[in-house]
């Protein structure tokens, strides 16, 4: 079946067999392997990926459902001219150890910047509690979430003379 | 993980939807969320060879309140349940429920119509309906069906709908003045199934207790609806004595196993427990109401 993705602002067609979950098709057709598979089984949210701006678990999604939808994957954060806040913020704060299961939690980290510029320790652990850090590096983690948003705030003028 | 090979549509109308039921029965399952379906697929616990994508079919995500119930079409998703104004202000064992489902990242998927249909003895919302006194529309080509959600939860995974059927709708009747509700759940992890969960209903009437509703979730092969507990607390005084009768009577009416979360003992002492505080916390609710 013959699908069309907007792939980190891109549109991307592939052909790919109904079964095929939405995590292959980024991996293996589009060729994009910042997007991880950790215990496919919808638990650990290693292969989250943003699709129309809300983190989902891709291993728990067919690719043909994503057809017509916008995907962000990690690759999708960085713009040409540096690297997106968070993940500045996780190189500055030490938010990762293995890296595993980064991508997932900058997308989810992400995606909570867009809806809450503030967020406050427990808003931040509440929405990255999909996401299983087996180095159990949490504490910078969420550190390096906010960071993100002390930069973004910084850098955004309307928002630090509110 | 993939799943057995299958046919995929994407249906645009409800009508289009029940046709290709009806063309394929129980070859064909409806693919709402998949949070649940999608896992059970690649486990190949499920092999269905049609799946009708009912995500794109306008009109099935919309909660309102109409006639005295609350209107939530199949397809709202847990996370909007969690944010949604008119929940949170009158249907709370529903708001204090629906941020306890799965994860964050499921939520923003998983949908309670799905959730429902699912029939998941360790499923939150099937416990919450049974506490509220909540029907599901089901609707076919030839017509609609309003079931009682204690007559559609049969059995583990199980239910009353038709292969050519679609749930389409929950009505939860709207609680009167002076009730209150929550819905408390021991989980070891977020993201686990409930070990134990319980939700309640109370509603007030006179100083006394009008009507009670109380669903166990996770101790037994389906949501129980713990009726005897209800009957007992109906007229009665809202006392710790009658709290306790009704954790004692629920605790009798589950019929939890021993795993890995527990032993049979300790998850029917939670009931038990879980029951007592429920209560407790809707009549404070209710009283304040």
């Known amino acids: 079946m013959e699908i069309t993705i907007t792939v980190n602002g891109e549109a991307r067609t592939a052909d790919v067999e109904p079964r095929m979950l939405l995590t292959h098709v980024i991996r293996e057709e589009l060729g994009l392997t910042g997007t991880h598979i950790g215990c496919d089984t919808t638990s650990c949210g290693a292969c989250t990926v943003l699709v129309d701006g809300e983190p989902v678990k891709s291993c728990t999604m067919f690719g043909v459902q994503a057809d017509g939808h916008e995907v962000t994957t990690v690759e999708g954060l960085a713009a040409a001219d540096g690297l997106h806040p968070i993940q500045a913020a996780f190189q500055e704060e030490h938010g990762l150890q293995c890296g595993f299961c980064t991508p997932g939690m900058m997308l989810v980290g992400a995606a909570l910047l867009e809806r809450n510029p503030d967020p406050s320790d427990d808003d931040v652990r509440w929405a990255i509690s999909g996401n299983i850090c087996r180095c159990t590096g949490y504490m910078n983690i969420v550190k390096a979430i906010q960071a993100a948003a002390k930069a973004t705030a910084g850098a955004e003028p309307t928002a630090a003379t509110a | ?289």
Not at chain 2, 185 to 210: C, H, N, P, Y
């Open chain 2, 1 to 289: 993980m993939l799943p057995s090979r299958f046919e995929y549509h994407r249906a645009t109308t409800l009508q289009e939807a029940l046709a290709l039921l009806d063309e394929h029965g129980e070859d064909a399952k409806v693919l709402a969320g998949g949070q649940s379906l999608i896992p059970l697929m690649k486990l190949r616990f499920a092999a269905p060879q049609h799946l009708v994508d009912i995500n794109d079919v306008p009109g099935l995500d919309g909660i309102e309140e109409r006639d005295g119930s609350l209107t939530i079409g199949a397809l709202a998703r847990h996370r909007t349940l969690a944010t949604d104004g008119t929940i949170a202000a009158r249907y709370p064992a529903i708001a204090s429920a629906a941020p306890q489902i799965a994860d964050p990242l499921v939520r923003n998927r998983g949908t309670i119509g799905g959730s429902l249909a699912h029939a998941d003895p360790a499923g939150d919302l099937g416990s919450v309906m049974l506490a509220m006194g909540a029907s599901v529309v089901l609707t076919g080509s030839s017509g609609q069906r309003v079931v009682p959600i204690g007559e559609f939860l049969v059995d583990t995974f199980t239910t009353s709908i038709a292969p050519t059927e679609i749930l389409t709708e929950i009505r939860v009747p709207t609680p009167p003045p002076r009730s209150g509700g929550t819905y408390l759940k021991l989980e070891r992890k977020v993201g686990d199934f409930a070990t134990v969960a319980v939700a309640v209903s109370l509603t007030l009437q006179d100083g006394t207790i009008g009507s009670a509703g109380i669903g166990l979730t996770g101790v037994g092969l389906k949501n129980i609806d713990a009726t005897d507990a209800t009957a007992a607390l109906a007229g009665a005084a809202p006392t710790d004595d009658a709290f306790a009768e009704a954790g004692r009577l629920a605790a009798a009416a589950s019929s939890p196993v021993t795993d890995v979360r527990g032993s049979e003992g300790y998850k029917r002492h939670v009931v038990d427990v879980f029951t007592r505080r429920g209560l407790a916390s809707a009549f404070a609710m209710a009283s304040a109401g």
